[in-house]
Structures are given as C-alpha cells and as structure tokens.
C-alpha cells in the first residue's frame, strides 16, 4: 500500500521486472508528477517574496511604491513592511502546500486554491509589477477547479 490506497503489481513492457501502479501509471510516474508539482508550488511561493523583498527595501530607504497600476502609491514605511508581510505569508503557504502534496496530503490542493485566491488579489492589487503572477494564479485555479471537479473523491 501507498498513500492508504491498495496497488497491483504487474510486469513492465520486457515483461521481467515487477513495476508497482498507481492510479492507472507506473509509480514514478505519480513521483515525477508530484515532484514537479511540489517544485512548481515552492518555486512559486519563492517568487512571492520578490515581493516582500522590494516592499521591506523600500520601506528602509524612505521610498515609496505604486500598486492598483499607479492609482495607489505607499509610501508609509509601516504599510510597505505590511504588504512585504502579506507577500511573506502567502509565500510561506505555498510552501505549505508543495510539502503537503509532497507528502501526500489529500487536503493539499484545495488549500492551494485557498492561497492562490490570496495570491491573485494581492498580485492584481500590485499591477502592473505582478502581472505574470496573475496569469500564473489564474491558471492555477482554473487547473485546481477542473482537478476537483473530475476528480471529487481525490481532493
């Protein structure tokens, strides 16, 4: 057994090693899969603290920053060091998310949605900085909703 759920152990295409089935592949499969999802959610949650990085650094050099597409302009040091915070969590939530798919989490892709819904609004407040953060966030729903919906007894 893996992840609680039963395999069935059958012989690859040259018919003389034992290869192990998940969910219909062979299970590097599921591995590699996993791997690059877990990789992907990290990687995104790091690009998140590009954020955090330039709100903190403006905030110690007195300068200011432009969100809603210039309509806003911050220049309080006490908000910037706020939205770096705000960028900081949803950086380290999808960190959560790439261990918990990592570690098999069944739970794990509905709290992604969760974090990206967080993640396209504070990218859609930080246009026109952010905007591949908002394509990236809007495939990811839309990926996260067809998953869920196809696959209900999964999430």
Do not use: N
């Not at 949605?113 to 930080?126: D, I, K, M």
Request: proline share 3%.
């Amino acid at each position: 057994m893996i992840d609680g759920r039963p395999h069935a152990r059958c012989v690859d295409a040259h018919g003389d090693a034992p290869v192990f089935r998940s969910r219909g592949g062979p299970i590097w499969t599921k591995f590699a899969w996993s791997a690059g999802l877990s990789l992907f959610f990290a990687a995104h949650g790091m690009a998140h603290l590009v954020g955090t990085s330039r709100s903190f650094q403006a905030a110690s050099d007195g300068e200011s920053l432009d969100y809603l597409g210039g309509a806003w302009t911050i220049s309080d040091p006490t908000m910037l060091r706020l939205v770096g915070v705000a960028w900081a969590v949803v950086a380290v939530a999808y960190m959560a998310a790439a261990t918990g798919e990592w570690l098999g989490w069944r739970g794990w892709l509905r709290f992604a949605a969760g974090v990206t819904v967080f993640s396209l609004l504070l990218s859609l407040v930080a246009l026109w900085a952010a905007w591949v953060g908002v394509l990236i966030d809007v495939v990811i729903l839309a990926t996260a909703g067809w998953w869920l919906r196809a696959h209900p007894d999964e999430a």
